[in-house]
C-alpha cells in the first residue's frame, strides 16, 4: 500500500475523536478514493465497504464532498506534511556533497521505479483538481514549506558550485516537475499497455534534466 494512504488510514484509526463507526466509514473512504476516484465512489458505495447505512454517512459527515474535504483532507494533510519532510531531509543529508547528476538520477528512478507512492492519494483527488481550480489549490497547499525549504537549499548549493544554471528555484522546479510529469502521463494514461525499459527510461530522463539545466 502507498505509503500516504497507510499514512491516513493510522491517523484515522488513531484519532479518538472518531467512533469506531465514523473511523470505519473513513477507512472505507479512502480505499475507494484511491482506486476508484472521488467522483467515481457514490456514499451507496461507501455505506457498503464500511457495512453501514447509508443515512449514517450522513449523519456523521453530510455530503460525499464534505466527508473529503472536511475531514480526510485535513488528516492526509497532515500525514503527507510528515512523509515528505522526513523524506526530502533523508535526501538532503545522503546526497548532500554528491555532484547533480547523481542527486537527479535519484529522484528519477524513485519516481520510476515507484509510482505506487503517488498515485494513490493523487487519485482521491486527481478528476476534481482537473476542473476546479480551488480543489487544485487545496491540493498543492498541502506541500509543507519545510519541503519546499529543504528543495530550495538542495538547489541553492547545486547554483553555488555552478553545477547547475542560475534560474529562480521554482523555475527549476517546475522544470523537473514537467518531465517526470510528462513520463507519468505518457506510460500509465497515454500508453498503459506498453513495454518499457525502465532503466533506459532512467538514463533518458537523467540525461534531459542534467543536460537542460546545465549553465
Known amino acids: 500500500m502507498e505509503m500516504f494512504i497507510e499514512a491516513l488510514k493510522k ?119 482537473i476542473y476546479d481550480k480551488e480543489r487544485c489549490k487545496q491540493f498543492v497547499d498541502m506541500i509543507p514549506p519545510e519541503f519546499i525549504q529543504e528543495i530550495s537549499s538542495i538547489l541553492d548549493n547545486y547554483k ?8 529562480p528555484n521554482i523555475v527549476i522546479w517546475q522544470f523537473i516537475m514537467s518531465i517526470l510529469s510528462g513520463h507519468h502521463l505518457t506510460h500509465h494514461i497515454l500508453l498503459p499497455d506498453r513495454k518499457w525499459d525502465n532503466e533506459s527510461d532512467i538514463d533518458y530522463l537523467t540525461q534531459q534534466i542534467v543536460k537542460g539545466l546545465q549553465p
Open 11 to 129: 491517523k484515522i484509526r488513531s484519532n479518538e475523536g472518531l467512533s469506531p463507526k465514523m473511523q470505519d466509514i473513513l477507512d472505507a473512504s479512502v480505499a475507494l478514493f484511491s482506486t476508484k476516484g472521488f467522483s467515481n465512489t457514490s456514499t451507496k458505495d461507501i455505506a457498503q465497504a464500511a457495512n453501514v447505512a447509508e443515512g449514517t454517512i450522513y449523519k456523521h459527515f453530510g455530503t460525499k464532498e464534505n466527508l473529503l474535504y472536511a475531514t480526510i483532507l485535513p488528516i492526509l494533510r497532515d500525514a503527507i506534511s510528515e512523509e515528505a519532510i522526513n523524506r526530502i531531509r533523508i535526501i538532503h543529508k545522503c546526497l548532500e556533497n554528491t555532484p547533480f547528476e547523481v542527486f537527479v538520477r535519484y529522484i528519477v528512478t524513485k519516481n520510476v521505479l515507484m509510482p505506487e507512492d503517488h498515485f494513490q492519494s493523487g487519485k482521491i483527488f486527481f478528476t476534481e483538481m
Open 160 to 167: 553555488a558550485k555552478k553545477e547547475i544554471v542560475d534560474w
